[in-house]
């Protein structure tokens, strides 16, 4: 039998988003007098959301400037508010709105220490990016609907008119506004020379302000426009903690000889790479009335030119070093000395270790993209076991491949991608594969088997083919407490998966989750967990791979003891991943993606669940494989079990080629089980079972019996008798399957 408890890995990779961040001021809103006359920037009172910052802070965060541009609806038009809002009549023509402490009141178009009236960009730290002579004040108009506004800032770096900015500078060109935002035209560019600069801009989106809030306080709120990215990775391997993990900076398939170092590292398909400077251009998705139900409407949205001219990339982001880390789980420092030193991969979801600085809580800076290109993590590591032995694997190139609807990274908003290590490992545990002789990719459970032979030593080698390098599969689930669970039905959100095929050059992201494979089973499978078996994405596997039995409800009882009973509730039919990190739809096609609902009428209970991605190319064999079962003798035998008696072995079977070499027999045949003979020192003859599980040719001298001659145990009263073996059956297949364990929680 082939044992593939190996199939290559399934790689975790969790992304989850916070909530972006935002600037806003403190100054109460104007008295009532000066309601009707000038308007003036400030900002009200606001309820602190995550991440707010106000007054002075505020300003000094913005650098004490800011450029505005506003609008109102064009009384000459037929509707005083146009379809094609925001709206058309020029007000506020990319003016410099200054900051200066205590200046509230002292004149009648400041409120809330904000002046725009008389402030002179200087053309050297503020660009002059207004067409008009000098900035006057500007009062309601109280016979227009409606006032649109869209403000930015380079925060405490300079802005400049070049397209070329050096360090400290940020390039800007003037704000376009009215119809000109419509069909996603370009507001604004901002040039960026490097990750600080990025950190410096900030934008708005578009702010509508309608007659019943004339006179107050134009309310804007800045939100940075780069984007932040963490990585994490964590640990479940049965009997092992992972320490030492080293990355790759480049994706090579099978050459483990690459650059490779501490520092985390996530690797772009991009054909470019990942930006590191160049032109950011922000736009509106969607404005307009007629656009008012959308999500993103007057919300501001950025793009890198991709390949953009004097643009530079790099092809990977680097994280930092591990930061982390945990202490020993049992016994890990027998012989390795490391004590109560945190030297290993957090072992749980809540305690994923990050790369990078905690100071930072994780993050980098990254400038925006809205191409967005799948992201490998290519990985070497040591499984140290838990035992105290100081035994110590090495494993090479293990990788997974984030898929690229997760890789979108929008302004001011927060992504975390966590990355499981199991016992489904895609790695090498040789630190090269030769392309003549290739060693099998993944972790392959050591297991014994004896042989008693006439000869000194018939060997009992194992030897085991793998063809199959798995998937690595992404879930996602909007606002899940990592930290405390992996997926939560609190959350009322729904659970996704996708399946790359980290296989392929480049890495490919599979579309048939909706299919069938041949024999009529789903491609998408979903089990709920139970049973005595550990649970892992290993011992999921074996219990698809080696079945004791299949009940009518479709329930699989495994070999090992676990039972997979199927839950028919996945949607793998679903055209979008509802609620990105922006809160809107993620676009994919059919079968790029399958739902596990958390939500509605068939929505899943707490539980531990499994995804099943089968790929199996063909229909599957099913095999028949005894096993032998301990009795003792006078006892019942169960009903159906099967048996042979010890002294009919040698009459009615058929013995193996026997060349006297070790390992020359006969090809394994699926039909048979084995026995050894030996013979001894007072003439009797004793057969023993030997396993061929794994092994493709026999030990010369082995006795074979057909499976078909084994007598049925019949009764319920029958005794188990000496010299006699007793077997039970389970089926084995030979199907494709990738593997996720999924843990649902109230």
């Known amino acids: 039998m082939k044992k593939k408890l190996f199939f290559a890995a399934v790689a975790l990779v969790a992304l989850a988003s916070c909530s972006s961040d ?22 009200e009172m606001q309820k602190m959301t995550r991440g707010s910052i106000y007054g002075k802070a505020a300003a000094d965060i913005l650098g004490n400037n800011f450029y505005v541009t506003g609008t109102k609806a064009d009384n000459n038009l037929a509707t005083p508010v146009p379809t094609n809002s925001p709206t058309t009549a020029l007000v506020f023509d990319n003016y410099l709105v200054h900051y200066g402490i205590n200046t509230a009141g002292t004149t009648e178009s400041n409120t809330a220490n904000w002046e725009y009236v008389g402030v002179t960009p200087d053309g050297t730290n503020y660009v002059k990016l207004s067409s008009i002579a ?29 397209t070329t900015p050096s360090a400290g500078e940020i390039g800007v060109t003037a704000s376009k506004y009215g119809g000109d935002l419509a069909s996603n035209g370009v507001a604004y560019t901002f040039s960026i020379p490097d990750n600080d600069a990025i950190q410096q801009a900030y934008i708005t989106d578009i702010t509508t302000v309608s007659k019943a809030n004339y006179g107050k306080e134009v309310t804007l709120k800045f939100k940075n426009l780069g984007s932040k990215v963490r990585i994490a990775l964590y640990e479940t391997v049965p009997g092992y903690s992972v320490k030492d993990v080293v990355f790759y900076s480049v994706d090579g398939t099978n050459d483990f000889t690459g650059s490779k170092s501490a520092t985390a590292k996530l690797i772009s398909a991009n054909t470019n790479g990942i930006p590191t400077n160049g032109s950011i251009k922000v736009y509106f998705p969607h404005v307009g009335t007629s656009n008012a139900g959308e999500q993103d409407y007057n919300i501001a949205a950025a793009t890198v030119d991709s390949p953009e001219s004097g643009a530079t990339y790099d092809k990977f982001k680097d994280f930092g070093s591990l930061d982390n880390l945990v202490v020993k789980e049992t016994a890990e420092d027998a012989t390795t000395g490391e004590g109560a030193t945190a030297y290993y991969l957090g072992r749980t979801l809540p305690t994923a270790t990050f790369a990078g600085s905690s100071a930072a809580s994780w993050y980098k800076t990254v400038f925006p993209v809205s ?26 190139g293990a990788k997974a491949v984030v898929p690229a609807t997760y890789t979108k990274w929008l302004p001011n908003y927060a992504y975390t991608y966590i990355f499981k290590i199991s016992d489904n490992t895609n790695g090498w545990t040789v630190p090269e594969v030769s392309t003549t002789d290739p060693e099998p990719a993944g972790l392959f459970p050591i297991t014994f088997d004896a042989v008693v032979a006439e000869a000194t030593d018939a060997t009992a080698g194992q030897t ?68 005595t078996a550990p649970i892992s994405e290993a011992t999921v596997m074996d219990a698809l791979e080696n079945q004791s039995s299949v009940a009518a409800s479709g329930a699989i009882t495994g070999r ?23 809160n809107n739809p993620i676009s994919i096609t059919a079968g790029q993606a399958a739902m596990i609902p958390l939500t509605g009428a068939n929505a899943l209970t707490a539980g531990t669940y499994a995804y099943v991605y089968d790929y199996s190319t063909a229909a599957k064999t099913p095999v028949t494989e005894y096993q032998p079962i301990t009795v003792t003798v006078g006892t019942t035998v169960v009903d159906g079990k099967y048996y042979i008696e010890e002294s009919t072995i040698g009459l009615t079977t058929t013995k193996t080629a026997d060349s006297g070499e070790p390992g ?40 074979k019996v057909l499976k078909s001659s084994l007598t049925t145990v019949t009764g319920t009263d029958v005794k188990a008798a000496a010299g006699t073996f007793y077997f039970d059956t389970y089926i084995t297949n030979d199907g494709k399957y990738a593997v996720k364990v999924i843990k649902i929680v109230a």
Do not use: C
């Open 134 to 162: 000098a900035q006057s004040i500007k009062y309601w108009d109280y016979s227009t609907a409606q006032y649109d506004f869209l403000a930015f800032s380079t925060g405490t770096h300079k802005a400049v008119s070049s």
């Open 371 to 396: 191409t967005s290109s799948p992201l490998t993590l290519r990985v070497d590591y040591k499984l140290v076991s838990t035992d105290g032995s100081g035994e110590i694997i090495n494993v090479y």
């Open 464 to 531: 085991t083919i793998t063809t199959v390098a798995a998937p690595t599969i992404t879930t996602y689930q909007q606002n899940h407490a990592y930290t405390t669970n992996e997926y939560s039905i609190a959350t009322g959100k729904d659970v996704y998966v996708q399946v790359m095929d980290n296989s392929a050059t480049p890495a490919s992201l599979k579309e048939d989750l909706n299919g069938t494979v041949t024999g009529g089973t789903n491609k998408s499978l979903l089990y709920a967990i139970t049973g």
């Open 560 to 582: 090992n003891g676990m039972i997979l009973t199927p839950n028919d509730n996945i949607d793998a039919t679903v055209n979008e991943i509802k609620n990105g990190v922006d």
């Open 22 to 43: 935002e600037i806003i001021g403190d100054s109460p809103s104007p008295t009532p007098e000066k309601a009707s006359n000038a308007i003036n920037f400030g900002f």
């Open 664 to 703: 020359s027999g006969e090809a394994v045949d699926n039909t048979y089980i084995y026995f050894s003979k030996t013979t001894n020192g007072t003439g009797t003859t004793t057969y023993s079972y030997v396993s061929v599980a794994g092994k493709t040719t026999l030990p010369a001298g082995l006795i």
